[in-house]
């Protein structure tokens, strides 16, 4: 099964600041049709999880842009330029290249 | 507009069937896939399986030998059934849309006697 390896575990932001979360995936999440399916999500305290980003680096509808995401093969990055108090929360990274799909282990923001 | 809704018995019994549905409304069961996730009390996101919109299904291997997804598309619903349940299977069960793009709010199952 792919591990996925997200770090830090915790991270604490002041609004306004920026910060990065990374998923490192055990092997590529390059599919065979050329897609790359490595999701982010964030679960708000007490709510189902929401998608952030689609495929790397798509932003899903709706969700501001200061939400960023990049990377390939099997490395990837989430950024968040300019964190806001809604921000909060628990991130997820998640692939679906390979079966069985994985999740990150998570990445808890906190806001100073 | 899409929603999916979990429903199913808030506690069960240790040894006992867990059985969840998952009611769909604003798509096609045969146009998306449905996977069920599921989240211990405090902790992360476990993957449990999926249903694909050929009916095609696929499990985590860890819990593929207790585990088993249908569906119905006549009444938009997919169906989890999870046997052998114990204490480390409570935990939130929630269904979601292939690509993760909407989510059922979760219902609660609590494994105890």
């Known amino acids: 099964d792919v591990v996925l390896t997200q770090t830090p575990p915790t991270l604490s932001a002041t609004i306004g600041q920026s910060v990065s979360i990374s998923c490192r995936s055990s092997q590529s999440l390059l599919h065979s049709n050329g897609n790359t399916y490595l999701n982010w999500l964030l679960q708000r305290p007490g709510q189902p999880p929401q998608l952030l980003i689609y495929?790397?680096?798509r932003l899903e509808s709706g969700v501001p842009n200061r939400f960023s995401g990049s990377g390939s093969g099997t490395d990837f990055t989430l950024k968040i330029s300019g964190v806001e108090a809604e921000d909060l929360g628990v991130y997820y990274c998640?692939?679906?290249?390979?079966?069985?799909?994985?999740f990150g282990s998570g990445t808890k923001l906190e806001i100073k | 507009q899409v929603q999916l809704k979990e429903s199913g018995p808030g506690l069960v019994q240790p040894s006992q069937t867990l059985s969840l549905t998952c009611t769909v409304s604003?798509?096609?069961?045969?146009?998306?896939?449905v996977h069920w996730v599921r989240q211990p009390p405090g902790k992360g996101l476990e993957w449990m399986g999926r249903m694909r919109y050929n009916g095609d299904t696929s499990y985590n291997s860890a819990l593929k030998s207790r585990l088993s997804i249908s569906r119905d598309t006549s009444k938009n619903q997919v169906f989890l059934k999870m046997n052998s349940l114990q204490t480390d299977d409570t935990g939130t069960y929630y269904c979601?849309?292939?690509?993760?793009?909407?989510w059922g709010q979760g219902v609660m199952v609590t494994v105890s006697s």
């Open positions: 604003g798509f096609s069961l045969t146009s998306y896939n």
């Open positions: 979601t849309r292939g690509g993760f793009d909407y």
């Open positions: 495929l790397v680096s």
């Open positions: 998640v692939q679906s290249t390979h079966a069985p799909l994985t």
